[in-house]
């Protein structure tokens, strides 16, 4: 593969989220300094990973679980003590 060759299809690899050691696997290095050039364009994807993480985590904490009805001393469901 001629090495323009190689560096597009390693710098498209790294951009579309595949991580160092499986483009140093593809491109037989065997040493890992090798692939550590093309670490920069692996920027976007942590980008996108921790937007992703993020926003589960978001939707998540905006769950809440319903408090148990309980009663009141008039015989009325409250949702908690504090209804009295």
Avoid: C, W
């Avoid at 951009?15 to 920027?43: D, F, M, Q, V």
């Avoid at 589960?56 to 009805?69: L, N, S, T």
């Avoid at 309980?70 to 209804?83: F, I, P, V």
Wanted: zero cysteines; proline letters at 4%; aromatic letters at 4%.
């Amino acid at each position: 593969m001629l090495p323009v060759t190689r560096h597009s299809y390693a710098s498209t690899g790294v951009t579309e989220g595949l991580s160092l050691p499986i483009i140093a696997a593809l491109l037989g290095h065997k040493h890992s300094a090798t692939t550590a050039r093309y670490a920069h364009l692996a920027a976007r994807a942590i980008r996108v990973a921790n937007d992703s993480i993020g926003s589960r985590i978001a939707a998540a904490m905006q769950f809440r679980v319903a408090e148990p009805e309980t009663l009141t001393e008039q015989g009325k469901t409250a949702k908690n003590s504090r209804d009295f």
